[in-house]
Structures are given as structure tokens and as C-alpha cells.
């Protein structure tokens, strides 16, 4: 698999790359890029083609332990050596691209987990979360042109604070059916109950959550983001009356000790 087949020339040549990654190394918490116009236009246009023809499982992405529904408003096929992509999502040559724009190394045994995802009108959002530990890096492509930010469905990222104010609205118990229109109205709220939970060796106790960058999810837009370097909590805010639409791509390392896979 050559990535120059698939991925825009200015982000393989060294100078393009070594921006990439100064961009990540200058991030004070969360490590990540944001790479728009990321594949070559016939390849982004040929996997939206392809998604439009597929059938999304709302009941698969939502879910969790215990037959518990989440609050993450989406729907989802996994992808398989099948999808038009496959050729890049589960590339050798995309894993170690991926984290050298990251500025690490590839963990010794790896998957990827790709899911292709489908998001209602009016979809009410997901709740503050870590993805999991043995998730080491994830990247997050969006296919929607014309979208603004008023349309929703923005990608928030959330840095955990030291300190906490009294003034700080508490959200818990966030029902799987809420539009979480308060995650638009808050930039400092504090919570005891992120999905994913707190990483084990920290104290289990309320913080309080500042929003430290939104991302809207605009066509051919490329969100990458190292989860070993940081937990990178984060949520979406609810959407409007548009369809939205991309893929998560999951690098797992398989060698962590809680490594369940998908
Ligand atoms: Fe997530």
C-alpha cells in the first residue's frame, strides 16, 4: 500500500510531515492534529460513496456492558476487508504513519478496530468520555461538506482541571436519551461520571472539565490523536437537522495488560 495513492502529497513530503508534527508537540496536554483536505479528493469521494450504500446498526454502537444504552448518538458498521478503504484502514504503512505524525512509537502488537459511522438528524450527542486504555491512538474522519459549526455535531476536547469551583455545575447520571444541548453551555462543568471513568491511578472524585478546543466535522477533515499520551476526554455536541457522517479508526495495543478487543 503506497499512502501516496491515498493521502494528499502535502502531507508526505518531509517539510509537510515535520510541521504535522511540531504542531503536535506544541499541544500543552492533549497531543493531536487536525489535517484538512486529508485524502486525495477521488479516494474521500469513493469511501462516502460507498458509506451512502451501507447499513448502520444503532443498537451495535450503543450499547455498552451489562446491556446498558449509551449516551453516544450514533449508529455504526465495522468495517471489513469488504469496505471500499480497506486497502488504508488496516495498512501496516498507515499504523506507523500515524504515530510518527505523533511523534511515537508503535506499540509491538497492534489492530485496528474501523468503524464507519452514521449519525441521525437531530443525533443529541455523546457524553464526556476517554476512549479505552488500550486504545493508543485514534483518528476520526469526517465526511460533510458545507458543515458549519452551527450545524453541531462538534468534536469537544476537555482537559481535566486541578482545581475545582464551587460555581461548577455538576452533570451526572446522563440519560442515553438526552439532548446534551448543556455541553454547548458550559465550558468549566464538573462531573464524577465520565464514560470510559477516570484512569485507575488517579483519585475517584468530582473535577471539574474545561473545554480547551471544538472541531468541526467538516468534509476531509482528519482528527488524530495520541491516547497513551493523554486520557483526551471528550464529547460531541448535539447536531441539528443534518446527517453526519465519518469513520474512527482505532490503533490497539495489544499488549496492554487490559486489552479486550473489539
Ligand atoms: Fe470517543
Redesign the pocket.
Given at each position: 500500500m503506497e499512502l501516496s495513492k491515498w493521502i494528499n502529497s502535502n502531507y508526505l513530503t518531509p517539510e509537510g510531515i515535520a510541521d504535522v508534527r511540531e504542531s503536535v508537540k506544541a499541544k500543552p496536554t492533549m497531543k493531536y492534529c487536525v489535517l484538512d483536505n486529508f485524502f486525495l479528493p477521488e479516494r474521500i469521494d469513493a469511501i462516502i460513496a460507498h458509506h451512502a450504500t451501507l447499513k448502520f446498526d444503532e443498537a451495535a454502537d450503543r450499547t455498552g456492558h451489562d446491556m446498558v444504552i449509551l449516551p453516544y448518538d450514533g449508529a455504526v458498521k465495522w468495517a471489513d476487508g469488504n469496505d471500499v478503504g480497506a486497502e488504508f484502514y488496516f495498512a501496516e504503512e498507515v499504523k506507523e504513519y500515524f504515530c510518527y505524525l505523533l511523534n511515537r512509537l508503535k506499540p509491538p502488537r497492534t489492530s485496528v478496530e474501523l468503524k464507519l459511522r452514521w449519525h441521525k438528524p437531530h443525533a443529541t450527542g455523546?457524553w464526556i468520555?476517554s476512549?479505552s486504555v488500550w486504545r493508543s491512538i485514534?483518528a476520526i474522519m469526517y465526511f460533510n461538506k458545507n458543515w458549519k459549526a452551527s450545524d453541531g455535531g462538534l468534536l469537544q476536547l476537555w482537559r481535566p482541571d486541578e482545581a475545582s469551583y464551587d460555581k461548577s455545575t455538576i452533570f451526572d447520571n446522563i440519560r442515553s436519551d438526552q439532548r446534551l444541548d448543556f455541553l454547548n453551555e458550559n465550558q468549566r462543568l464538573k462531573t464524577n461520571t465520565p464514560g470510559g471513568g477516570w484512569p485507575s491511578h488517579w483519585p475517584h472524585q468530582s473535577r471539574d472539565m474545561i473545554l480547551v478546543d471544538q472541531i468541526v466535522p467538516a468534509y476531509n477533515r482528519l482528527f488524530l490523536c495520541d491516547l497513551d499520551a493523554d486520557p483526551t476526554f471528550?464529547s460531541v455536541t448535539p447536531s441539528c437537522d443534518k446527517i453526519r457522517t465519518g469513520f474512527?479508526y482505532w490503533l490497539n495495543n495489544e499488549s496492554h495488560p487490559n486489552f479486550k478487543g473489539k
Amino acid at each position: 500500500m503506497e499512502l501516496s495513492k491515498w493521502i494528499n502529497s502535502n502531507y508526505l513530503t518531509p517539510e509537510g510531515i515535520a510541521d504535522v508534527r511540531e504542531s503536535v508537540k506544541a499541544k500543552p496536554t492533549m497531543k493531536y492534529c487536525v489535517l484538512d483536505n486529508f485524502f486525495l479528493p477521488e479516494r474521500i469521494d469513493a469511501i462516502i460513496a460507498h458509506h451512502a450504500t451501507l447499513k448502520f446498526d444503532e443498537a451495535a454502537d450503543r450499547t455498552g456492558h451489562d446491556m446498558v444504552i449509551l449516551p453516544y448518538d450514533g449508529a455504526v458498521k465495522w468495517a471489513d476487508g469488504n469496505d471500499v478503504g480497506a486497502e488504508f484502514y488496516f495498512a501496516e504503512e498507515v499504523k506507523e504513519y500515524f504515530c510518527y505524525l505523533l511523534n511515537r512509537l508503535k506499540p509491538p502488537r497492534t489492530s485496528v478496530e474501523l468503524k464507519l459511522r452514521w449519525h441521525k438528524p437531530h443525533a443529541t450527542g455523546f457524553w464526556i468520555h476517554s476512549d479505552s486504555v488500550w486504545r493508543s491512538i485514534v483518528a476520526i474522519m469526517y465526511f460533510n461538506k458545507n458543515w458549519k459549526a452551527s450545524d453541531g455535531g462538534l468534536l469537544q476536547l476537555w482537559r481535566p482541571d486541578e482545581a475545582s469551583y464551587d460555581k461548577s455545575t455538576i452533570f451526572d447520571n446522563i440519560r442515553s436519551d438526552q439532548r446534551l444541548d448543556f455541553l454547548n453551555e458550559n465550558q468549566r462543568l464538573k462531573t464524577n461520571t465520565p464514560g470510559g471513568g477516570w484512569p485507575s491511578h488517579w483519585p475517584h472524585q468530582s473535577r471539574d472539565m474545561i473545554l480547551v478546543d471544538q472541531i468541526v466535522p467538516a468534509y476531509n477533515r482528519l482528527f488524530l490523536c495520541d491516547l497513551d499520551a493523554d486520557p483526551t476526554f471528550h464529547s460531541v455536541t448535539p447536531s441539528c437537522d443534518k446527517i453526519r457522517t465519518g469513520f474512527v479508526y482505532w490503533l490497539n495495543n495489544e499488549s496492554h495488560p487490559n486489552f479486550k478487543g473489539k
